[in-house]
């Protein structure tokens, strides 16, 4: 097998994956191994915006409060004051870089969303957030920046490691059809979510939670997986496997929901109405569509002159003529889908994962942040500051590189096959013992049955299977121990927050699995 050194290895190229080699450029050369094209993954899609406390009436108090409230007690408070302090220094820096954001009369124009108490979502061209971001940091890199090299279409299969410390990354080359190791200081893990492990998901295709399996493999604790944000409205589309979003600023815009037979029901579940957090809206959602046996509720957006909604969400707005939504009677099929995972590598508030020379940014960490519900738009702000504390933090330890070579041959388990469905019929918005229980039993038929493989044309989608199979995994063993509802955990048998029992986070690692309390 090839062997490669470099300083640092990142894997992933959304927004938390270049902001963390944007960092470490400053202290050596940076590789860059992504699984398709650079721009692939969830922050281009990323519509709302940033959750930032740049206005002069909004307080870092009020945004801590906010994210903690959503969090439902399992937010590190810590950890969210950093997130919320560091942020505008963040956001100033992609300014810099030449992010443009939306402004009018030299002030950024703020946005409301869901179970924020202040208009603090900075958005771009309208609904395009993720999209601008992203292209100003590349180009921030291509014209800025010599020290990183970006690699498309490889994928990486999983860590090279000496007892607890990570050595390097083994990755397959899909052009080539190579596969190869690479020696570094410190590997960053930036590849985001694990949407795709569901039916009906907004996520793009490579979300299948690579990272978090590779570190499971390699024996990272991961912690929180049971907390899965399902969206309230991505466009009802039964053919598509990525579901579009309708963005929470459309009902920060003054939209409604309504049921299939034209009743409004938010005010029925939350006195915030259609502003209430992700995990009630979905819900209600939930229920609403099997009390009307309908598949689908509807966003009203006829409190909103059209013209204005094509001006404010281009996007949203163009992709519903595209899908054949006739706007103009102002009511859009929507659905909740699978959206957001809370859990992920277990890290500390500079990345660092339970092994050494190990890191996890952006939605494949657990920073502490969103606790068992993630505020709308908090994402894309833990990106970019956790992804800067982590290069700050690698920098400093300055570590050797150790070269080792090794021959590779994984094992993987036997596929599941309608793994998503059944994800999505056991373990998703609403869930019980009994579903769980059965979901679990058919993980560990599969998982009972080893399987080698040698064929690395085909690594790629076997790869894939077998980490939405670890996902899976995790994701079910954590809910079923949860015995209670909290965030956008419910459990139909257990209803309530149980805060003498609960108070806590499941922790799952190759070895063990166990409870860490929480103090914060
Ligand atoms: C439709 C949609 C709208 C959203 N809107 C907002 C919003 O308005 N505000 C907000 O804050 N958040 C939003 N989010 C959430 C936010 O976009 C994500 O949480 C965030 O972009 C994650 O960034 P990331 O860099 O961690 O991952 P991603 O952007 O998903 O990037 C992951 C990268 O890792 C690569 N990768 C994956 N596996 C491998 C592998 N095995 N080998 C090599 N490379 C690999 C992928 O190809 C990709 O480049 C939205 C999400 C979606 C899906």
């Given at each position: 097998m090839r062997n490669e050194t470099i300083d640092y290895v990142v894997i992933g190229s959304g927004i938390a994956g270049l902001r963390a080699a944007i960092g470490l450029s400053r202290y050596g050369k940076v590789l860059v191994l992504t699984k398709a094209s650079v721009k692939t993954g969830s922050s281009i899609k990323a519509q709302g915006g940033i959750a930032v406390v740049l206005d002069e009436n909004d307080r870092f108090a009020y945004h801590i409060e906010d994210t903690l409230k959503a969090g439902a007690g399992l937010c590190s408070e810590s950890r969210v004051k950093i997130l919320?302090?560091?942020?505008?220094?963040?956001?100033?820096?992609?300014?810099?870089?030449?992010?443009?954001?939306?402004?009018?009369?030299?002030?950024?124009?703020?946005?409301?969303?869901?179970?924020?108490?202040?208009?603090?979502?900075?958005?771009?061209?309208?609904?395009?957030?993720?999209?601008?971001?992203?292209?100003?940091?590349?180009?921030?890199?291509?014209?800025d920046i010599q020290n990183i090299i970006v690699r498309g279409n490889v994928f990486c299969l999983d860590l090279v490691s000496k007892g607890h410390t990570v050595t390097g990354v083994i990755a397959f080359d899909e052009k080539s059809k190579e596969l190869f190791q690479v020696s570094a200081k410190a590997v960053v893990i930036a590849t985001g979510g694990s949407g795709q492990i569901y039916k009906d998901t907004t996520n793009p295709r490579v979300s299948t939670g690579d990272g978090i399996s590779i570190a499971f493999r390699a024996g990272a604790e991961i912690m929180n997986?049971?907390?899965?944000?399902?969206?309230?409205?991505?466009?009802?589309?039964?053919?598509?496997?990525?579901?579009?979003?309708?963005?929470?600023?459309?009902?920060?815009?003054?939209?409604?929901?309504?049921?299939?037979?034209?009743?409004?029901?938010?005010?029925?579940?939350?006195?915030?109405?259609?502003l209430a957090s992700r995990d009630i809206v979905a819900r209600a959602i939930f229920n609403e569509m099997s009390n009307t046996k309908s598949d689908f509720v509807y966003l009203d957006i006829s409190p909103i002159a059209l013209d204005d909604f094509r001006k404010s969400f281009p996007t949203i707005y163009k992709e519903c003529v595209d899908e054949g939504v006739d706007l103009k009677k102002g009511l859009i099929p929507v659905s909740p889908s699978a959206h957001f995972v809370m859990g992920g590598i277990a890290v500390d508030e500079n990345g660092a994962t339970s092994l050494d020379n190990l890191y996890a940014v952006g939605e494949s960490a657990c920073t502490g942040v969103h606790g068992a519900n993630r505020l709308a738009s908090n994402s894309l702000l833990e990106c970019l500051v956790f992804s800067h504390r982590a290069a700050e933090s690698i920098a400093k330890n300055n570590k050797k590189i150790i070269s080792s070579s090794s021959t590779y041959i994984p094992n993987f388990h036997s596929p599941l096959n309608n793994i998503r469905e059944l994800m999505q019929q056991n373990v998703g918005i609403i869930r019980t013992a009994h579903g769980l229980n059965k979901m679990l039993q058919e993980i560990e038929a599969a998982k009972a049955e080893k399987q080698t493989f040698t064929d690395f044309s085909k690594i790629f989608h076997r790869f894939e299977k077998e980490n939405m199979l670890t996902l899976s995994y995790l994701i079910t063993k954590s809910a079923i121990v949860r015995e209670e509802s909290r965030g956008a955990h419910y459990r139909l048998d257990f209803p309530h927050k149980d805060d003498t029992t609960f108070l806590k986070h499941y922790i799952i690692t190759r070895e063990k699995e166990f409870w860490r309390e929480h103090n914060e």
């Open positions: 919320v302090e560091e942020g505008p220094a963040r956001v100033m820096e992609l300014v810099n870089w030449g992010t443009h954001f939306d402004i009018v009369n030299g002030q950024f124009l703020f946005a409301m969303e869901a179970a924020h108490s202040k208009n603090r979502i900075i958005h771009a061209f309208g609904d395009s957030t993720g999209k601008e971001v992203e292209r100003a940091l590349i180009y921030h890199i291509q014209h997986m049971e907390f899965i944000q399902f969206h309230p409205t991505a466009l009802y589309n039964p053919k598509k496997r990525t579901k579009f979003l309708i963005s929470e600023a459309v009902r920060g815009h003054g939209a409604l929901l309504r049921n299939t037979n034209g009743e409004r029901f938010m005010p029925n579940y939350d006195q915030r109405a259609e």
